[in-house]
């Protein structure tokens, strides 16, 4: 953790710049001080009580400064433990082009990753995991949820849904899930995607460590064998300031009409 006595506050009496209201000041003298490495990404910010001490500011003046720091994404605030200065996050760049797992994806970008277990079971299917799935009445879901991160850092939250007939032990998935469909036959071949922008909710922001609000891609993916029976089924949620997708596109070929191009 960044010594305050010798960085954040290294400069003498702490002079706020001019203009607008006094929480606007602090906000703006908070970020300079960031800006210019007095206090660095992952440092813990100076308490509320020692910040409106030295600045000669009230706490409510403070607090208020804070939490628009907070909501544009340039501090955190960990429950019991904090604010911080948010972390620098490399962003991540996906084909839309291929089908592959999210521990594939990283691996070819040389990023080490890992999941912690939110849920994995089997259960009765809702309404709209029996009609994609072409479920039966008697059938059983196996659901899996994961918050998948690097190094500390969380990336996206994925929920799968698949047939208990093809992943009767949800336990034995390993880092992938696709590669234990790989193992018995079941590895899907094509899927189809759905990407929305969205505003993340408080349940996800908190597993995101991002403010409640923050943009977020919603992914639908529902994927497919060969045969063309669906095999899984995955909302994600992944972080907006950490992820682009990236399409290539072609212009088609002419059509042609009696053999001609017109």
């Known amino acids: 953790m960044t010594d305050l006595s010798n960085s ?3 400069d003498g009496p702490v002079q706020l710049p001019a203009g607008g209201p006094l929480y606007l000041q602090l906000k703006r003298w908070i970020e300079d001080a960031i800006h210019r490495g007095a206090i660095n990404p992952g440092d813990a910010l100076p308490s509320e009580r020692d910040l409106a001490t030295r600045v ?7 607090r208020k400064a804070v939490l628009h720091l907070v909501k544009e994404g340039v501090l955190v605030q960990r429950h019991g433990s904090g604010t911080f200065v948010a972390p620098l996050t490399q962003r991540v760049e996906q084909s839309l082009s291929q089908l592959t797992s999210f521990t594939e994806d990283m691996a070819r970008r040389g990023m080490a990753v890992h999941a912690e277990w939110l849920d994995r079971g089997l ?38 849904s698949l047939s208990a007939r093809t992943l009767p032990d949800p336990e034995a998935i390993g880092d992938s899930l696709y590669t234990h469909l790989d193992k018995t036959g079941n590895r899907p071949t094509r899927a189809i995607q759905r990407i ?3 505003n993340l909710a408080e349940e996800d922001a908190l597993l995101l460590e991002v403010p409640v609000g923050s943009a977020g891609l919603n992914i639908e993916r529902t994927s497919y064998l060969a045969s063309g029976r669906v095999i899984e089924f995955t909302r994600s949620i992944y972080r907006g300031d950490t992820y682009d997708f990236v399409a290539e596109l072609r212009i088609g070929e002419a059509p042609t009409i009696g053999g001609k191009t017109p």
Not at 56 to 62: G, I, L, M, Y
Not at 126 to 138: H, K, R
Not at 140 to 154: E, F, H
């Open 8 to 10: 954040f506050f290294a």
């Open 56 to 62: 000669d500011v009230s706490r409510v003046t403070v």
């Open 123 to 160: 259960y009765a299917p809702s309404p709209e995991e029996t009609v994609i799935l072409g479920l039966s009445s008697d059938d059983l879901v196996a659901r899996i949820a994961r918050l998948r991160l690097t190094g500390d850092t969380p990336l996206a939250i994925e929920r799968a």
């Open 196 to 198: 929305r922008a969205a």
